[in-house]
Nanobody, 125 residues
Framework: VQLVESGGGSVETGGSLRLSCVVS????????MGWFRQAPGKEREGVAA???????NYADSVDGRFTISRDDAKRTLYLQLNSLKPEDTATYYC????????????????????WGQGTQVTVSS
């Protein structure tokens, strides 16, 4: 299984970006996916997640600004980032695992089996 992210970049405060994550090699028809981020010197944290039924969960810090979506026909996960702030600066990773996940665990990094290499998002003030 391979996950390849793209779409990162540098923007000013208030700007927008759209991240994509293409999944290949997955044989399971049911899988859940998530976006995580890690800033220098900080733990990797869950940002948003979506299960195969379209159920979503967001971190409080991004709720209302970020939107996660998936296109299973294209095997692609998206993260729309709006109203970006300097504190959103981080490397963003997508992750995947087979099967459904519960709402309460969707943003836990330890439940995901596969990870992408990350894409950098930098927000300047």
């Amino acid at each position: 299984v391979q996950l390849v992210e793209s779409g990162g970049g540098s923007v000013e405060t208030g700007g927008s970006l759209r991240l994509s994550c293409v999944v290949s090699g997955y044989t399971s028809s049911t899988y859940s996916m998530g976006w995580f981020r890690q800033a220098p010197g900080k733990e990797r944290e869950g940002v948003a997640a979506i299960n195969s039924y379209g159920g979503t969960n967001y971190a409080d810090s991004v709720d209302g600004r970020f939107t996660i979506s998936r296109d299973d026909a294209k095997r692609t996960l998206y993260l729309q980032l709006n109203s970006l702030k300097p504190e959103d600066t981080a490397t963003y990773y997508c992750a995947a695992r087979s099967g459904l996940v519960t709402y309460s665990t969707m943003l836990a990094k330890n439940i995901y089996d596969y990870w992408g290499q990350g894409t950098q998002v930098t927000v300047s003030s």
